[in-house]
C-alpha cells in the first residue's frame, strides 16, 4: 500500500538515504532547512521550513495530510552540541515537541531516530529494555526527545541506530568517507580502539525502516543496528584493507587523547535481536558493506 510520507531533515545522510528508498513506492515529501543541494535529485517533493519553529510546523500539518513521518532532523554534531546549547536544543528537542503538537490534529504515525548515545557505554551494547544513562549534551537530548514521544502517547515508534556511514562517495559527510579521503591523501587517520559500536550502513538501514513503516504492530522503542561490533579503528582498517591503503596509516589512540568537547560512550552500539525478528534479516555488518566500497 502506498502512503504519504513526510521525511525531516531530508537532505541529511540518513533522510536523504530514505527518500531514495521510499519514493519509488511512496508519496514522499522531504523537508530541508539549508541544504537542498543535498535532496536526492527526483524523489518526491521538498520543503523548505525550519520545524523547529512552532507556528510553522503547524502549518505545514494543516496544509497537508501525511500516513506517516520519519523524523531524521535533528543535531548531529556531538561536540558541538556541548559548546552551542540553542543548535541542540532546535534541533533535537523543539522539533520533536512540535511534532507531538501537531498530532494533537494530524493523524500520522511518527518514526523518531534516536540514538545509540541516550545509553552510558560502560558495558555495552545494549538491548531495548537497559536503562539510558546518556553522559553527554547530544545523547541527553536524544534521551528527552524519546521522554517526551512516550508522555505524549501519540502513536510512535523510536528507532534508534548508531554509527552512520554511507558506502556512496557522493553522500554526505561520514567516517567512511573521512577514513578515505586521509587514505587517498596518504595521510595518517587517527581511530580510537577503545571506541565500540555497530557500523551501519545508511542505505541499508533505510531500507529496513522502509520496510518497518509497513508492519502495523510495533514496539515502542526498537533497536536497529548490524550485529558486527567493532572499534573505531577496527572499523577503519577495514576501509584500508578494502582501498589497499596502507593499514599503517590508521592510528591506533585513546578516545580521550584526542580531547574531545563531548564525552562519549566507549561501549556503544546497539543489540538487535527484536528487529532481525521483524525483519526476517540482520542488517549488513561493516565486514559485507565495505566491500562494495570504490577502491582507490
Sequence with gaps: MSLRVLVTGGSGLLGSALVRQLCSTHDVVATYQTNERNLPFGCGRSVKIDLSHRESALQLFKDQKFDVVINAAGATSVDRCERDRDYVQKGNVDIVENLIAASATARFRLFQISSDYVFDGNDGPPTEH??????????????????????????????????????????????????????????????????????????????????????????????????????????????????????????????????????????????????????????????EIVKTLPAM
Design 130 to 287: 537497559w536503562k539510558p544513562n546518556p553522559i553527554n549534551i547530544y545523547g541527553t537530548s536524544k534521551r528527552l526527545a524519546e521522554e517526551r514521544i512516550v508522555e505524549s502517547k501519540m502513536n510512535a515508534v523510536i528507532l534508534r541506530v548508531c554509527a552512520l556511514y554511507s558506502n556512496s562517495p557522493s553522500a554526505k559527510s561520514n567516517i567512511a568517507k573521512l577514513v578515505a579521503q586521509s587514505l587517498k591523501s596518504n595521510e595518517v587517520y587517527p581511530a580510537a580502539d577503545d571506541l565500540f559500536a555497530n557500523p551501519t550502513e545508511v542505505n541499508d538501514l533505510a531500507e529496513a525502516i522502509v520496510k518497518l513503516i509497513g508492519i502495523a504492530e510495533l514496539p515502542q522503542i526498537l533497536h536497529l543496528a548490524p550485529a558486527e561490533y567493532l572499534s573505531r579503528y577496527e572499523f577503519a582498517i577495514k576501509i584500508a584493507e578494502r582501498l589497499g591503503a596502507d593499514p599503517k596509516l590508521i592510528s591506533p589512540v585513546k578516545i580521550d587523547d584526542l580531547d574531545l568537547p563531548a564525552l562519549r560512550p566507549k561501549f556503544a552500539g546497539l543489540r538487535s535481536e527484536i528487529a532481525a525478528g521483524l525483519l526476517g534479516r540482520e542488517l549488513k555488518g561493516a565486514t
